[in-house]
């Protein structure tokens, strides 16, 4: 088998290049180790920046996105039991959109499929074989029999615990990360959202955030230690300590339960690798980056690679070299490392760190303070939250 673009991943960032490239007319072929249910199964990241709606609307795959999402047009910041408004809208200009990636990847599944795109799923052993040639080719089983595949270029989508950027030799990549001391616990629950917009809770017990799926459907996540055992925490316990977290002076309990339907633990971890790219290898979003969920910014930062991929992908496939592949790793990465950046301050800014003393503690409170109470503090997070522009 041939193509121009092999893509390894099915996920945000590999459906959605595979979707860019068709749109300009290019070739590929997807594979996918896990099945269709599973992926479209994942609950994960929900909130979507401007610029990500706006790829995915010239992508003709937003339908339901605009339908079904939940714009969002601020944020709110609680600490000491008090609540602040960030006015997202107000100091930028933009907005946010929640609506599940699994929604976004069944909706790139559908388009994909529609137009009848390769895409294989249960892809087994996928391997790449010289990738420093011009002729890469990849290799997997599919129900037991040996496949190849040669292709132009090589795309590497398949996330933090994928093969493709372990298929780059030793030493030709700088790894830079920050593991934190916790892990948040997140649940899905059949119940109405806290609030009408998410509520970023900094309390002395541990960070909480609530979110949402859809009027009906809360997503709520609870700081933790890194090894929590889940069978430590049937439904009361997690009902229990996200009301104490929420908690407002007045009392009032906001959060409103309901039966949990998914629970799981998520680990907490800043990583990059850099450059994004081996010969003929391209690595997009999580196979090259790794950012704390406090900022939402992980499938934002990888829909935002795949579009600079397409656009570098385009320009070679219509014969113009490989220059503007040569500036990809640099472009992303530009971008990538403030979001880093936020990402990290905002996990900072929010979360309990058992080692801090006194000293930090009131400074953290402080900087809190700051953010609510200026308008170019709030700005600072306003304008990274919404999303930085895509040049
Ligand atoms: P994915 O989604 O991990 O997809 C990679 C795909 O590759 C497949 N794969 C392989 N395929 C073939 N051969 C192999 N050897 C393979 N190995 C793996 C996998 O099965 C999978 O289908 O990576 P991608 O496309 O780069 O997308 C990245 C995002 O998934 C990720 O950054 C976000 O989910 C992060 N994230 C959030 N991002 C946001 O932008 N906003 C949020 O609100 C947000 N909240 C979150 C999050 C991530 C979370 N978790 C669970 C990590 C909240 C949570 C709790
Ligand atoms: C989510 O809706 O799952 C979500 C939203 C914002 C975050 C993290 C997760 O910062």
Known sequence: MRTQIGIIGAGPAGLLLAHLLHLAGIESVVLEARSRRYVEGRIRAGLLEQGTVDILTQGGVADRLHREGMVHEGLELRFDGEGHRIDLHGLTGRRVTIYGQQEVVKDLIAARLGYGGPLV???EDVALHGLDGERPRITWREGGEARSLDCDIVAGCDGFHGICRDSIPPGHLTV?????PFAWLGILAAAPPASHELIYARHARGFALATMRSPTLSRLYLQCRPDEDLAQ??????WEELHRRFERRDGARQVKEGPILQKGITAMRSFVAEPMRYGRLFLAGDA?????????????LAVADVYYLAQALEAFCRGQGMAALDGYSRRCLARIWKAQRFSWWMTAMLHRFDEADAFEHKVQLAELAYVCESRAGAMTLAENYVGLPLE
């Open 121 to 123: 799923f249960e892809a």
């Open 176 to 180: 830079y990360e920050r593991v934190y």
């Open 233 to 238: 925490w049937p439904d009361s316990r997690i």
């Open 288 to 300: 090259a980056h790794i950012v704390p969920p406090t900022g939402a910014k992980g499938m934002n």
